[in-house]
């Protein structure tokens, strides 16, 4: 596919390094010499200089018509310029556009895409925002990715010494809890990781990647956390930015969870003040020990720092969990910073950028006929949710006879209201869904083999 990329930033270097790693023949457009010219040295594509909103620019990358360019990518920190790349995309024939969305107006709702004829307006505060309060709620998980609209998730936990399920075989385990919904799709154990076979086992310390309905993850923490589940009671989030504030909008509907928010900005904290019903705004440094003891952060169940600076973040998770805070979690923009949950006395790590970067890339790779559910990059995984069409060559196959790829696994199957774990002798039926987990360069060949990728 033939791709122009507005923005070599932190998103559009990695976007722009994935889909050449994918073999795409692929032009950014940067005007930041310091940007231009790292993604020139480091990456397989195309450089043009200069700002990506205006014609002439984007002429000299390609945009114009009959030109063979199959897609616009716009993922800049300016909406201002992403919508108007898009604007001129479309008016020189380009098939598809995509567009970052910085302000959440934007995705509020599907009109302003459709308006603009922007085919995928795309913002990751909302889906971070998901991820942290899902990480809150879920004490003992180091990551979680939503699944099947919020019914599902796939979830990460560390395996306790004092869990039962240490020591016993995948297939027992099931027979331990057959009402348990869920499936261990990836097991990390000493930095190795590995798909499991039914005869493998758990072990103390292995870090275990599981996909589980929603209504049941409580189950699955206390088998693999069991002294650690807790109902979440009062949290604080330092920064009052839009991933803040769309984390205390999410705790306020659960319920029943004291929610503090603080930021430095007192017109902002007048405005967040106005804005969410049952959250406490306090005008105050995050770093500030004598307010957060008198805030009584000892007590609380959550620590969450969103500011707009990744060092101040991590530094504040770090001095939350010191201050007793039983889970603290860190929202950053850089890559690199995702590790730091090992290096540093912090619970979790979340990447907001790799959000949306995954969010563009999922959406190049499989554009029809499934949903891209998550890219798992530390270990080079991706789930997809599938819906078989009568037409797959897979309906009526059973799993066993399935030529799918070694380490392809698939997970829940979902058939009219019914859900379950497929065995090998299941048989596959049209209209079938199924959450689909395999290593990124195995997943094209499972998707043919499926015959979704048309569907």
């Not at 000299?60 to 897609?71: E, F, I, K, N, Y």
């Not at 603009?116 to 971070?128: A, F, K, Q, T, Y």
């Not at 589980?212 to 189950?219: A, H, I, L």
């Not at 798992?376 to 006879?401: F, H, N």
Request: glycine share 10%; hydrophobic share 45%.
């Amino acid at each position: 596919m033939k791709i122009v990329l507005v923005g070599a930033g932190e998103v559009g270097f990695s976007v722009a390094k994935s889909l050449s790693q994918d073999g795409h023949d692929l032009v950014v457009v940067e005007e930041d010499e310091d940007r231009a010219y790292k993604a020139e040295q480091e990456l397989d594509v195309m450089l043009v200089r200069g700002n990506g909103a205006r014609p002439q620019v984007l002429e000299r990358a390609g945009v114009h018509p009959d030109s063979g360019v199959d897609l616009l990518i716009a993922c800049t920190n300016r909406d201002e310029v992403n919508i108007l790349a898009c604007w001129v995309a479309r008016r020189m024939g380009i098939h598809k556009v995509i567009a970052r969305a910085v302000g959440l107006e934007f995705t509020d709702t599907g009109t302003w895409a459709k308006d603009l004829g922007i085919d995928l307006m795309i913002s990751p505060e909302r889906s971070v925002a998901r991820e942290v309060e899902e990480l809150l709620q879920i004490r003992s998980a180091v990551h979680a990715t939503e699944l099947l609209a919020g019914k599902a998730g796939l979830y990460v936990f560390r395996i306790a010494p004092d869990s039962p399920a240490c020591e016993v075989p995948l297939h027992a385990l099931r027979r331990m809890y057959p009402n348990l919904i869920t499936l261990v799709a990836f097991i990390d154990r000493e930095g190795k990781g590995f798909v499991p076979r039914a005869g493998d086992s758990l072990r103390e310390g292995d870090l275990c990647y599981s996909v589980c309905y929603r209504d049941q993850v409580e189950e699955l923490e206390q088998i693999f956390q069991p002294r650690r589940r807790r109902k979440l009671r009062r949290v604080f989030l330092v920064g009052g930015g839009k991933v803040g504030f769309q984390v205390a909008r999410l705790l306020e509907h659960r319920g029943g969870v004291d929610v503090r928010l603080l930021d430095q900005d007192r017109g902002k904290c007048k405005r967040l003040s106005q804005e969410l019903e049952r959250t406490t705004v306090l005008w105050g440094d995050g770093a500030d020990e004598d307010l957060l003891r008198h805030e009584g952060i000892e007590d609380a169940d959550g620590f969450v720092a969103a500011t707009g600076e990744d060092e101040k973040n991590l530094l504040l998770a770090v001095l939350g969990k010191h201050l007793g805070a039983a889970k603290s979690i860190a929202v950053v923009k850089r890559h690199s910073y995702l590790k730091m949950a090992d290096r540093l006395p912090l619970d979790a790590v979340v990447n907001r950028n790799l959000a949306l970067s995954e969010g563009i890339i999922r959406n190049v790779r499989y554009p029809a006929g499934s949903k891209v559910l998550a890219v798992l990059d530390q270990i080079g995984a991706e789930t997809l949710e599938v819906t078989l069409p009568e037409t797959s060559p897979a309906v009526g196959v059973s799993l066993q006879d399935l030529p799918l790829p070694q380490g392809v696994l698939l997970g829940i199957v979902i058939r009219g209201e019914e859900a379950f774990i497929p065995t090998g002798a299941t048989l596959l039926q049209a209209g079938d869904r199924a959450v689909l987990f395999a290593a990124t360069h195995d997943m094209p060949d499972a998707v043919r083999i499926l015959g979704v990728e048309e569907a």
